[in-house]
């Protein structure tokens, strides 16, 4: 059985816990949790199912759907780090545990498990893709474009143009942010909000507040703004650039907790 198990149920959940993922929405996240766990308790040795329940652990944290962000973020370390030790030659478990120390906002590290990954496999687009997002959290936009422009060689599936999109937003460059972003279908509520941002950098007409606020809760009904202050920018000016694009565009942002 391909991707690391020769048990066909284990793989059966994996698969479905995968199809759920891309399907975004916290009870569909908290079923993809379910599944991976699933998978794991069938086959403890399944690598990449600890990489994806890593995953669902850091996309509860970056939605703002975890009680414990600080509790989520080190099972998904853990989880993460487990794939690597179980299969340390498949570029997949790198991949994982990089994209978790993106998240962590531990750049150095994520650079060293990035580049593992590279040197295994250099030919996957969505790696590309999420190394473009580690280098606009970096604030190396031109790296992520460059990045971007790689993987679009490959393959264009829809949150490739979310990537993109953020990356020319970080160069400052809305209107390249909002073509690009106005190319995707039904966007997820971090594309939507990305493109209001845009559109209040450029001045163009926004909807209300009131009108954003709907149009997120009826992606995601218990969708807050708690977390939006939070995401991993390793410039302090980068984040601010973000918040005050958002609260330009009348979106109100719940502060964290001290």
Known sequence: MSNGTQNPIAYSHYHTGRELFRTYGRQAIASAKSEFAEAIALDPSFARAYGWLAYV????????????????????????????????????????????????????????????????????????ADIADKYSYEGEPDKAIDAMQQAFDMKIPQWFYWSLGFAHFQKRNYNAALITLDKMIN???????????CKAKLEQPIPTSEQILERLTSRDPDWTSVHLNSFPFKKQEDGDHYVEALTQAGVTITPLEP
């Not at 939605?63 to 299969?87: C, I, Q, R, Y």
């Not at 478990?93 to 150095?108: P, S």
């Not at 966007?187 to 941002?197: C, D, K, Q, R, S």
């Open 57 to 128: 652990h850091l996309e509860e944290v970056q939605e703002g759907w975890s009680d414990d962000p600080e509790s989520s973020f080190t099972a998904a370390l853990n989880l993460a780090n487990k794939g690597v030790e179980l299969a340390e030659e498949d570029y997949y478990t790198h991949w994982n545990l990089a994209t978790i120390l993106t998240g962590k906002g531990d750049f150095e590290s994520a650079n060293a498990s990035f580049q593992k990954a590279l040197e295994l496999n250099s030919n996957d687009p969505d790696l590309l």
């Open 187 to 197: 966007p997820p509520n971090t594309a939507y909000l990305l493109m209001i941002a």
